[in-house]
């Protein structure tokens, strides 16, 4: 397994780095475009409050001016991230696609790397166990093989029982095995292979 890993090492540390690239993008996105919003409200309540209790025409004004001042800075930077956002939206597919093929992708390695070392997971060692009856082995085999059947809707025993149990323990979004590519989910949420060294660390206790 340590001369297996050695020879991919490069191309799972590439998929990695895509894989969590593309996530922080969309995530830092999001962030931005929440704090111009929230900045908006701010700047608008503050204006809606003034012009309510207005008493005096300098009142008036300054209502006046905020408005405007949230509509020019906030509230436009507000409006351009959100068209930004827009057109990152009409390419949400792409890069969901994206984060799930790389993900299935950096499965494949793994299960590879199971099968030529030790032919199948059952002869690999259980290094830990996860929702109760599956080992680390079961878990990757099984979800390399739903990333590349679920289009089909055509998975074995062992798939289903192993997501029926993913679904069990860890609830939403493994529910939706039948319907997507859960390739990412896994890869996060179960395994935690954020990097190469967790990843490497995780398939050389197989021995």
């Known amino acids: ?40 409200r701010v700047g608008y309540q503050q ?5 309510l ?11 006046a001016g905020r408005y405007w001042e949230a ?5 436009k930077k507000r409006h351009y991230k959100t068209i ?26 793994a299960r590879q790397g199971i099968s030529i070392v030790h032919g199948t997971p059952d ?23 739903q990333a590349m059947h679920w289009e089909d809707g055509k998975f074995d025993d062992e798939v289903e029982a192993v997501f029926a149990d993913l679904n069990k323990h860890f609830g939403s979004p493994f529910d939706e ?8 989910e896994v890869v996060d949420q179960i395994l935690g292979w954020k990097d190469w060294e967790t990843l490497s660390a995780d398939l050389e206790e197989l021995v």
């Open 1 to 40: 397994m340590h001369r297996y890993l050695e020879e991919v090492k490069f191309a799972a540390s590439e998929l990695l780095k895509g894989i969590w690239w593309e996530k922080e993008r969309l995530y830092q996105l999001d962030s931005e475009i929440q704090q111009h919003e929230q900045a908006a």
């Open 84 to 109: 930004e956002r827009q057109e990152l939206h009409e390419a949400h597919e792409a890069h969901t696609f994206s984060i799930g093929a790389l993900s299935a992708a950096l499965l494949q390695l």
């Open 123 to 145: 002869n690999a060692n259980c290094v830990r166990t996860i929702a109760v009856n599956w080992c680390l082995p079961d878990i990757i085999w099984a979800a390399r093989n």
């Open 53 to 63: 209790n207005a008493e005096s025409p300098d009142d008036v004004a300054f209502s």
């Open 47 to 51: 204006a809606s409050f003034a012009a």
């Open 177 to 184: 095995f039948r319907a997507r590519n859960m390739a990412f």
């Open 71 to 75: 509509y020019f800075g906030d509230d």
